[in-house]
């Protein structure tokens, strides 16, 4: 039994010296510093899948018309001018059957001319011209003048078989007689331009009536030059 406690107490004697030693000479190691804290790593942000789908943009359908490329818009617009190579100012409300007008109107103003209904500075008729041969037993004959185009101040001498009936005659929008008697067999009739009015070249229509007031012929002349002659053969039986 003392054996027993004698152990007991050397073995705690031994356990406190040993405790005490190892106090004194420890030292513990200090934790070691770092110059800056260690970033933290985001964590992953996770979408809503739906989500997403509502941030999509709209899907727009393209306008062909709209595309440049397929269908060119004109450079051309309402009410502006055609083109900056032209000198017209026409525009899109502009009539598009003025443009013909002043050919239409050339046109007619030749058709009257050449229908001897209006006069024009052409080109001067230089020479004689007939206006028929006649057969009658007839007297006389009345012989009617008048400008048949604007009154320019045209003037015609009538003369028969080479005699002056008439020196001179103002041509006017009436109607003038002159009387002239007929020789037996052979008689010409001659009316002299002996002007060009102020509006072109003499322009004359007669009326020829025999003396019973039959119309003989009805004829005239355009645009005939200063010194040239309208004549009529007239056969007296």
């Known amino acids: 039994m003392k054996h027993i406690l004698f152990f007991i107490l050397f073995f705690t004697t031994v356990m406190v010296s040993a405790q005490t030693e190892f ?12 110059g800056a804290k260690p970033k933290k790593t985001p964590i992953p942000e996770i979408k809503d899948p739906q989500a997403d789908n509502m941030d999509m943009p709209s899907i727009k359908t393209p306008n062909v018309f709209d595309n440049t490329s397929i269908t ?16 017209s100012t ?30 024009g500075r052409g080109t001067l008729v230089k020479r004689n011209i007939s206006l028929g041969d006649f057969k009658t ?15 320019d101040g045209d003037l ?9 009936i008439r020196q001179q005659l103002l041509l006017d929008g009436s109607f003038q007689d002159v009387k002239i ?4 067999g052979f008689n010409k009739l001659d009316f002299e331009a002996l002007n060009i009015g102020s509006l072109g070249g003499n322009t004359a229509e007669i009326r020829v009536y ?28």
Do not use: H
């Open 137 to 151: 037993k007839s007297q006389y004959f009345i012989v009617k003048f008048r400008d048949f185009g604007a009154i």
């Open 23 to 34: 106090g004194t000479k420890y030292k513990p190691i200090p934790a070691p510093k770092f």
């Open 72 to 87: 060119p818009k004109s450079k051309f617009q309402i009410g502006q001018e055609k083109s900056k190579f032209t000198m």
């Open 210 to 237: 025999d003396d019973k007031g039959n119309l003989v012929t009805n004829d005239y002349w355009d645009n005939l030059a200063a010194g040239f002659k309208a004549s009529i053969v007239v056969t007296k039986e």
């Open 181 to 184: 008697n007929l020789v037996d």
């Open 156 to 164: 015609v001498k009538v003369s028969s078989n080479d005699q002056v």
């Open 90 to 119: 026409e525009t899109d409300f502009a009539n598009p059957g003025d443009r013909y007008v002043d050919k239409m109107e050339k046109d007619l103003d030749k058709a009257l001319k050449d229908a001897g209904l209006k006069e």
